[in-house]
Structure formats: C-alpha cells, structure tokens
C-alpha cells in the first residue's frame, strides 16, 4: 500500500515568490493534514481537512497561506509570497475517520523542505 | 491551551544501554498520548500510543504508561541498538476525537556501537 506522497521534497526560492506543495494522501483516509515543522522543533497545525471541508484553520497565516483539497483527496498548500521566515518543512499527513472516532494515528509523509532565500 | 514537554536532547547512549526520554503534558479532559518515531531521511511514524490512565503502549521493545497523577508519558527501552537512533516525539490529541495532534519539540537518540 502506498503511503503518503508529497511533492517536491526540495524546494529552493527567493524571498517574494510563490510557493506550492502537493500531497497525496493514502488511499481511503478522508481527514488530511498540513504541519509545518521548524528545525529543531516538533510540528504544528497548519490545516485540517474533513473530506473536502477545512474543520481546522486556525492557524493558517491567511494572509499568505491558502491551502485546497478538491474532491477530497490530493491536497496543495501555497504561499504567496513567500518570506525567509517560511523556511521550514512542510508535512502532510492523513487519517481515516468515522463519525467523530479517530484511532489517533496519523500516517506522514517525508515531507517538503522550504528554503527562501 | 494543550502542551507536551520533553527532555532536550541529543540523548547518547551505547548499545545496549537503558533509555528513558521524559515527557509531561498539559491538557483539559483526557487526551490520548502517543510516540512517534523520525528515523533519517524518512517521515514520522507512530511507534506506540495510550488511549486512557495506567494504559502502556508498546512496541519494538519500546514501553510508556500514561499516567495522569503525574501527567507523564516517559519513553522506555530496556537495550537500544544503533538502528534505534532516530528523533522522538511525544505528542496528545484533543479529547474530541478529532486527532489534531499536538507535539512535544523532539528528543533526538544518537546510539553508539
């Protein structure tokens, strides 16, 4: 079974750009999540998604971030534009849940690493 | 809010050394705990989790028991090798249901031959 694959797992750009992440998560999962991890720190909520339906973004930067998941599968996180400070990881990762119920773990992909220059 | 503590690495061992990694929650109602485990070059991998009190999740000869008196999850192995060296993270999900996890900053395990 494949697991969750995200693209590109390197990305380099200068301040200003844009920036956009593909994730694709296992098959079957309905819940899908953006987390953004810093170095040498654990990693942080970004988005979450129930099917197609953001149920959690409180803490997506709005103003730069903006995140999709159409027809409830493959997702794209971007950001425009892009600041040194958004030099980070970015990790998905995804989930099956039934009704309010959650076995609590989630399957991540390797990641993308940002780095703005 | 929620949070998770854990000890600040590196942790060095030899092989077959005993390991503890410590880590401490704050969270309203009951939340789950869990282990997660980075090793090199890879993504984050559940190792071992505990749905409720006195629960001890295991796996791989990794143990932790969820203790709410103390709100503790601490990491055990009784003999780690070198394949063990990776990056571990504790973290809780919300009471809900919902797993939004919330995790700790990682302990990174560096094991020697």
């Known amino acids: 079974e494949a697991g969750v694959v995200q693209s590109p797992r390197y990305k380099i750009i200068e301040k200003k750009q844009p920036v956009a992440f593909w994730c694709n998560p296992i098959s079957g999962h309905n819940t899908l999540y953006w987390y953004l991890q810093n170095l040498g720190q654990g990693p942080e909520l970004l988005i979450r998604y129930e099917n197609e339906e953001a149920v959690d973004d409180s803490q997506l930067p709005k103003d730069r971030f903006s995140a999709e998941r159409l027809k409830g599968v493959d997702s794209t996180l971007k950001i425009q534009p892009a600041e040194l400070g958004d030099s980070a990881v970015y990790l998905c990762?995804?989930?099956?849940?039934?009704?309010?119920?959650?076995?609590?773990?989630?399957?991540f992909g390797e990641g993308s690493r940002l780095t703005v220059l | 809010g929620n949070s998770v503590t854990q000890m600040e690495g590196p942790v060095t061992l030899s092989e077959e050394a005993f390991l503890t990694i410590n880590c401490t929650y704050t969270a309203t109602g009951y939340p789950s705990l869990f282990w997660y485990v980075q090793y090199p070059g890879e993504g984050l991998q559940l190792l071992l989790k505990?749905?409720?009190?006195?629960d001890k999740g295991s796996n791989k000869g990794f143990e932790a028991t969820y203790r709410k008196e103390t709100t503790s999850f601490h990491l055990e192995k009784g003999s780690v090798q070198v394949s063990d060296s990776a990056v571990y993270f504790c973290?809780?999900?919300?009471?809900?249901?919902?797993?939004?996890?919330?995790f700790g900053k990682g302990t990174m395990l560096l094991v020697s031959p």
């Open positions: 973290a809780l999900s919300d009471y809900s249901g919902y797993s939004t996890l919330t």
């Open positions: 505990a749905t409720k009190a006195d």
């Open positions: 990762a995804s989930s099956f849940t039934l009704g309010s119920s959650n076995t609590g773990e989630l399957f």
